[in-house]
């Protein structure tokens, strides 16, 4: 009973497995959320943020005020460490929020998709951190 049982869940979970597919995926130009975007060539579009729902309230200095109203990330092209003109003006936002609400503390990341190897992909995450510090 219980081998019959494992082999079912195996069988299962190897049909779910081979399910998987890969889809292009488009990043934006703003982060909302958890939302983590991957950038696989092409065009980055936009979209215009969804509204806040009735009731949603927000307290202002807070790390959801910032994700929400301004947008936690800034995304590049493709094997790129250089600022877009829609990068910068979302770094400019960020930098009026952190200097309207100054005792907060940052963390600056860069990172890369899983092409490529560790070293490059460290190293590009690192200049795409430094872009984003010297504006």
Known sequence: MRLRNLTYLLAGLFLVGACETTLEEKGSAQGIGELKAKTYGGQVTMKPRPPKPKGFSITPGSGRDFVVNVGDRVFFAVD???????????????????????????????????RGTREYNLGLGERRANSAKDL
């Open 80 to 114: 790129k460490s250089n600022l877009s003109s829609e990068a910068r003006a979302m770094l400019e936002k960020q930098v009026a929020w952190l200097k309207r609400y100054g005792n907060v503390n940052v963390t600056i990341e860069g990172h890369a998709d899983e």
